[in-house]
């Protein structure tokens, strides 16, 4: 009896053994009915980005060949789109989705799809569109200007007022010491922008750029408004000497000085600056200075301006106290942005006259 079960046993192990292969291979036939499936490479990134009753999706292929086309579902697959994949146009394909849109967020399926019509795993994506109702709210003007700034070495430094709403960045526009047009873009949060190697006397303009985020591929800005540079001025560290006919005084101050036409920068006469007496000092070609009356009144007050060159007129004698007497000849230094400068108001005997050394700070 013990033999029997001896033999028994193994025959059973092996009819068990044979009924769970021929199970397997049922399963794996079932699965392989119609031929071998094959899965496409999905995308490595798709990226949506808002726009003006659009949404662009950037959808960056991965490294599969056989990538044919991509489809896209939106609505709950009420709504989809194909494009087919052009791999000459580099591994980013741009699908603009400009149909049935929601204004606010819409939710998008992608898949890949091969020569074979396999179908890639699904890759998920959310994106803006903005439409009527933002349009009817974005701020129709550009960001304040609250002062505007100039310095010697040179550049200009503008300083904003409050951003508006939905505001992104600020495109500024100006022209360099060479002569070439420059474009900056700026940040929103910035509350002063430094613009390098202005060309002084040359226009800027800017505008504020409007989106509802920072995403946007399409924005919203209005009219360019110029940068209003009769405003602008500069500090400069001046030192000196006033003559009168009674006598003679040290001059040594920080002034402001407005730039004005094509090279020209209006300047206080002396120490009465505050009092309305301002020069317009211009710098010629051969850098020799010419001074004439400040434009508008009340600039012009105390001219006109008497130009002196060669030494102090009768009967004025330079000053020991000032040893740069000598040098105000009337001449600007371009490399270290120093007016060298000596005019007096008045008639022949009772000028008031200005010796002046003038440094940008």
């Known amino acids: 009896m013990e033999k029997i079960k001896c033999l028994i046993y193994p025959f059973l192990l092996v009819t068990v053994l044979y009924l769970s292969s021929c199970t397997r291979d049922d399963d794996y036939k079932k699965f392989a009915a119609g031929g071998e499936r094959s899965y496409p490479g999905k995308p490595t990134a798709v990226i949506a980005q808002t726009g003006n009753k659009r949404v ?47 204004e606010g967020t819409n939710n998008f399926e992608v898949y890949t799809f091969n020569s074979r019509n396999d179908k890639s795993i699904v890759t998920n994506v959310s994106g803006n569109m903005f439409g009527d109702n933002y349009l009817s709210t974005v701020p129709k003007t550009n960001r304040p200007i609250t002062s505007v700034a100039l310095s010697a070495f ?20 100006y022209t360099d010491v060479s002569g070439t047009a420059q474009t900056l873009t700026v940040p929103s949060p910035s509350v002063s922008t430094k613009l390098p190697n202005y060309k002084a006397g040359t226009a800027i303009t800017y505008r504020s750029i409007y989106a509802p985020d920072a995403t946007s591929f399409d924005v919203i800005s209005a009219s360019a408004s110029p940068v209003d540079m009769s405003a602008a001025s500069y500090t400069a560290a ?32 002396a120490d009465l600056a505050s009092t309305g007496y301002k020069a317009l000092i211009v ?27 060669a030494g102090l007129p009768t009967p004025y004698t330079p000053n020991a106290a000032f040893p740069g007497s000598t040098s105000c000849n009337n001449t600007y230094d371009p490399v270290t942005k120093t007016y060298k400068v000596r005019y007096g108001t008045g008639t022949a005997g009772s000028y008031r006259v200005v010796e002046e050394i003038i440094t940008l700070n």
């Open 56 to 102: 662009l999706l950037k959808v960056a292929l991965g490294p599969d060949p056989l990538v044919a086309r991509i489809k896209l579902y939106w609505n709950n697959r009420a709504d989809s789109l194909e494009v087919p994949v052009v791999r000459s146009n580099g591994d980013t394909v741009r699908v603009f989705v400009d149909q049935h849109l929601n």
């Open 154 to 173: 040179p550049f200009i430094t503008i300083n904003w007022g409050t951003a508006l709403i939905s505001e992104q960045y600020i495109e500024i526009k």
């Open 238 to 269: 001046t030192s000196g000497y006033l003559y009168q006919p009674t006598g003679s005084k040290v001059l040594t101050a920080v002034k402001t000085w407005v730039p004005s036409g094509t090279n020209g920068i209006v300047i206080g006469f």
């Open 283 to 309: 710098v010629n070609p051969d850098n020799t200075l010419t001074i004439t009356a400040a434009p508008g009144p009340p600039l012009a007050t105390g001219a006109p301006y008497t130009m002196f060159t």
